[in-house]
C-alpha cells in the first residue's frame, strides 16, 4: 500500500504524524543528543529499553539482541507482544501508533507501565524515523503479524504472515540505521553494546540478555559503496542540506577505500547476562578486584510515594568512592535527589550507631559523609512514574519525592541491620574514624598546598621547566619519567610552548593511599601545582595552565605501569581532563634504523618488519633498540616524540556510558589482587597497549 492511500484513509491526522517523524529526520540531535557514533548505539537502548521496560511489568524474561551481518540490528522479546489492536484516538493499529507517532512509546498499551525506562522518553518512533527501514514482527494469540517502515513511512499496513503456538508471545524488531543520518558511522561496536546490556542485566534482575554478532569481518567495518551513494543522492534530490549530507558520505567512502582493511581473527562473539542477585550481584562485580571489609553485601528495597527504591552496598579496603546511581535503569552520573537521600541516610544511620553504642563519644565531633563512603562500593537504582531530569547534560534526577523515598527507605532498614550485624556496623564505624583522622590531617595538608598556589607563580615546583607563553591554550606540558629523560627534554623542548615536569621513580599509587599521604607525595604536589586547576571541589578547569597534558615513559612495561599510575591519579582527582580531552600519551619509538646515512624510526615490531621489507634486510642495517627515553639524545627525542609536526600523540578517552566499568579498569590494574588483574590484561591486551580507557 502506497502513502498517499494511507493519506486517504486516515486523513488530516496522518499528514500530522508523517511530519512529526520528519521533524526528527531534520534535527536527529534534537532527540538522541548527537548523530556520531553515540547516538548511533542508542538507537539500540531506545529499543532494548522497550522491552526491558516489558520485563519490569513482570511479562518478559529474556532479550535477545544481534547485529546482523548487514549492520542491522535485531531485538526481540519473549513479552506480550506490542499490542496490535486498533488504537481509536488514533485509528491505526497500537504499534503503528508505537513507531509513527512521536513520543508515543509504551504508554500506549492500556495497562501501561508503573515506570517506563527509555531515553530521556525517546521512543520507537525516532528510532524508525532515523532508520533506513524499520521491520516489526509480533507474535500474539496464536498469530504472527508484521509491518515495516522506511524512514519513518510505513510501507506496508500491518498484516498477518502466519500461526505459531498460542503460549509463544513477544516482539521483534529489526532496524537499519540511516547512513545519510548517521554520517560518521553506521557500525555499531560489540563491546559498547556489551557493557550497557551488562548494566541492564544487572539493574533488572532475573532477566536474561543475550548479545551475539553476525557480522563477516568485512561487515564489521563501514564500508560505503556506490550503490548506497546512488541511493542517497535519489533519497536526498532536493531536500535542504541534502548536499552536505550527500558529500558527508563521499567523504567516508573515500575513507573507506583508503583504508586497508585489516585481517583481524574472528571468533565467535555471543554474551549472555542474567543476574538474580541483581544489584546485589553488581556490587559484588564491582568488587572483585578488591578486598571487601566484610562478607555481606547489604540489600535494601522497598516502595515509598510512588518511588520503588533498591539499594546495595559493601565497604572494601581502598580508599575511594564508588557509587552509582540509576534512574528507570539509566545512569545518572551527576547523581541528584536520590543520591542525595541516599547519602543523608547513610551519614545520620551511622552517626546515630557510633553515637549510641558509644563508638563515638558524646564530645567528639561526628563522622563526615566521605568518611562513611571511603571504601564504600553502592548502587542505588529508583524506579519513578515520571522522573525529571536537570542539568546540562540532563543526568541529575530533579523529583524531591525520591530524595525523602530514598532516605527513608535506607535509613529504616540499615538501621535494623546494624542492630542485628554488630560486628560489620564495627568495621565499617572503625574504618570511618580512621578515615576521619586522616581526612583532618589531609585538610592541614592541602592547606598548604593551597597556600601557596595562592601565590602562584613564585609556588610552581623548582623541578619544573616551565614555558615562556602564557596561554594556556598553547601550552603543552610533558610529565617525564626519569632525571636524565627530563633533562633531554628540557633541551629538546620548544621553550615558548613545552614545559616540561620530570618526575622521580614510580609515584604513588593513589588506588591504595589515603588522602594525608597523597597530598604529602612530593610529585603529586608538583603535578597538582604545575596543572594550576586544583582538585576534587576546588577543581576549576578555567585555571589550567596547559591544554595538552602529555605523559612521556618509557615504552617499556615499565614505562605503561607509571602512566597507569599518573593516569589513575587524574582519573581520581581530576576526570574533567580527560573527560575534556586535555590528556595525551607520547608515543616513543622501540626503533631507530640507520642505512646509507638515512634514519628510520619504528614504533612496533610491525613498523619495523615493514621498513626493513622496503630498504632491504641488509648486513650493514644498524637498529637501535631503544629501551627507555634515557637512550635517545635531545635531538632523537624531538624528531620523535616532542616535535608536534611529527610527533604521535595518543588522547586518552574517557567513555562516558560507562562509568562503573572505567571505576574497575583502574582498580584492577592498580589493585592488590593478582587473579583479576592478569584476567583482565589477557582479556584487554588493547588496553594495556595503547592505554587508552
Ligand atoms: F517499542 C518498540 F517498538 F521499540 C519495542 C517494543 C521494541 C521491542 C523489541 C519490544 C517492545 C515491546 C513492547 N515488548 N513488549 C511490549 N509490550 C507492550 O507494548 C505491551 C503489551 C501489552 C500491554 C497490555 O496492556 O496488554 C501493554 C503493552 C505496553
Redesign the pocket.
Known amino acids: 500500500m502506497s502513502n498517499t492511500e494511507v493519506k486517504n484513509e486516515y486523513g488530516a491526522d496522518q499528514i500530522q504524524i508523517l511530519e512529526g517523524l520528519e521533524a526528527v529526520r531534520k534535527r536527529p540531535g534534537m532527540y538522541i543528543g548527537t548523530t556520531a557514533s553515540r547516538g548511533l548505539h542508542h538507537l539500540v537502548y531506545?529499543?532494548?529499553d522497550?522491552?526491558v521496560?516489558?520485563a519490569l511489568?513482570g511479562?518478559?524474561n529474556e532479550?535477545n539482541v544481534i547485529i546482523n551481518d548487514d549492520n542491522s540490528v535485531t531485538?526481540?522479546?519473549n513479552?506480550?507482544?506490542?499490542?496490535v489492536g486498533i488504537n481509536h484516538k488514533a485509528g491505526i493499529p497500537?504499534?503503528e501508533v508505537?513507531?509513527t507517532i512521536l513520543h508515543a512509546?509504551?504508554?500506549?498499551?492500556?495497562?501501561?507501565?508503573k515506570v517506563s525506562g527509555g531515553l530521556h522518553g525517546v521512543?520507537?518512533s525516532v528510532?524508525n524515523a532515523l532508520s533506513e527501514w524499520l521491520e516489526?514482527e509480533i507474535r500474539q494469540g496464536g498469530k504472527v503479524y508484521r509491518q515495516r517502515y522506511e524512514r519513518g513511512k510505513t510501507v506496508y499496513k500491518l498484516k498477518e504472515v502466519g500461526e505459531c503456538d498460542k503460549s509463544e508471545t513477544?516482539?521483534?524488531?529489526t532496524f537499519l540505521p540511516d547512513k545519510l543520518i548517521f554520517t560518521e558511522t553506521t557500525i555499531f561496536d560489540f563491546n559498547t553494546i556489551k557493557l550497557r546490556l551488562r548494566e541492564m542485566a544487572f539493574l533488572t534482575k532475573g532477566l536474561k540478555i543475550t548479545l551475539r554478532d553476525d557480522r563477516s569481518e568485512e561487515h564489521a567495518k563501514s564500508l560505503v559503496t556506490d550503490s548506497m551513494i546512488e541511493e542517497a543522492k535519489e533519497a536526498m534530490e532536493g531536500k535542504e542540506g541534502g548536499e552536505e549530507q550527500i558529500n558527508k558520505l563521499l567523504n567516508r567512502a573515500e575513507e573507506d577505500s583508503k583504508e586497508e582493511k585489516k585481517e583481524e581473527k574472528k571468533e565467535v562473539k555471543e554474551v549472555s547476562f542474567c543476574y538474580d542477585g541483581g544489584i546485589k550481584e553488581y556490587v559484588k562485580y564491582l568488587n572483585k578486584s578488591k578486598e571487601a571489609l566484610y562478607e555481606d553485601i547489604l540489600y535494601f528495597e522497598g516502595e515509598k510515594n510512588g518511588v520503588y527504591v533498591e539499594v546495595a552496598l559493601q565497604h572494601n579496603d581502598s580508599y575511594n568512592e564508588s557509587v552509582f546511581s540509576f534512574v528507570n535503569n539509566i545512569s545518572t552520573p551527576e547523581g541528584g535527589t536520590h543520591l542525595q537521600g541516599f547519602r543523608n541516610a547513610l551519614t545520620k544511620t551511622f552517626n546515630d550507631y557510633a553515637k549510641l553504642n558509644k563508638i563515638l563519644k558524646d564530645n567528639e565531633p561526628n563522622l563526615s559523609g566521605e568518611d562513611i563512603r571511603e571504601g564504600l562500593t553502592a548502587i542505588v537504582s529508583v524506579k519513578i512514574e515520571d522522573p525529571q531530569f536537570e542539568g546540562q547534560t540532563k543526568q541529575k534526577l530533579g523529583n524531591s519525592e525520591a530524595r525523602g523515598a530514598v532516605d527513608s527507605i535506607v535509613s529504616e532498614k540499615l538501621t535494623i541491620y546494624l542492630e542485628q550485624n554488630p560486628t560489620v556496623a564495627r568495621t565499617i564505624c572503625d574504618k570511618s574514624i580512621l578515615a576521619q583522622r586522616a581526612r583532618e590531617a589531609a585538610r592541614k595538608a592541602k592547606d598548604l598546598t593551597r597556600r601557596k598556589t595562592a601565590l602562584d607563580i613564585g609556588a610552581l615546583p623548582g623541578k619544573l621547566a616551565d614555558c615562556s607563553d602564557k596561554d594556556p591554550k598553547n601550552c603543552e606540558i610533558y610529565i617525564v619519567e626519569g632525571d636524565s629523560a627530563g633533562g633531554s627534554a628540557k633541551t629538546a623542548r620548544n621553550r615558548a610552548t613545552q614545559a616540561i615536569l620530570p618526575l622521580r621513580g614510580k609515584i604513588l599509587n593513589v588506588e591504595k593511599a589515603r588522602l594525608d599521604k597523597i597530598y604529602g607525595n612530593a610529585e603529586i604536589k608538583a603535578m597538582i601545582t604545575a596543572f594550576g586547576t586544583g582538585i576534587h571541589d576546588d577543581f576549576d578547569i578555567e585555571k589550567l595552565r596547559y591544554h595538552k597534558i602529555i605523559l612521556m615513559t618509557d615504552a617499556d612495561v615499565d614505562g605503561a605501569h607509571i602512566a597507569t599510575l599518573l593516569l589513575t591519579f587524574i582519573y581520581r582527582f581530576m576526570p574533567e581532563l580527560i573527560k575534556e580531552g586535555h590528556v595525551y600519551l607520547a608515543q616513543p619509538p622501540l626503533y631507530q634504523l640507520k642505512k646509507n646515512n638515512k634514519i628510520w624510526y619504528a614504533y612496533s615490531d610491525e613498523e619495523l618488519n615493514k621498513i626493513l621489507t622496503e630498504v632491504g634486510r641488509d648486513q650493514n642495517n644498524k637498529i637501535q633498540r631503544y629501551k627507555g627515553l634515557g637512550e635517545m639524545d635531545a635531538e632523537q627525542l624531538w624528531d620523535t616524540t616532542m616535535d608536534p609536526e611529527h610527533r604521535i600523540l595518543l588522547r586518552v578517552n574517557m567513555d562516558e556510558d560507562s562509568q562503573s566499568e572505567l571505576d574497575l579498569t583502574f582498580t584492577t590494574l592498580m589493585g592488590d589482587k593478582v587473579e583479576p588483574r592478569r584476567d583482565f590484561i589477557e582479556e584487554n591486551a588493547k588496553f594495556v597497549k595503547n592505554l587508552d580507557i
Do not use: H, L, M, Q
Not at 79 to 83: D, K, L, M, T, V
Open positions: 531506545e529499543i532494548v522497550n522491552s521496560d516489558e511489568a511479562y518478559c532479550i531485538v526481540k522479546d513479552g506480550r507482544g506490542i499490542p497500537a504499534v508505537v513507531f512509546g509504551g504508554k500506549f498499551g492500556g495497562g501501561g507501565y521512543g520507537a528510532v516489526v513477544g516482539t521483534k524488531v
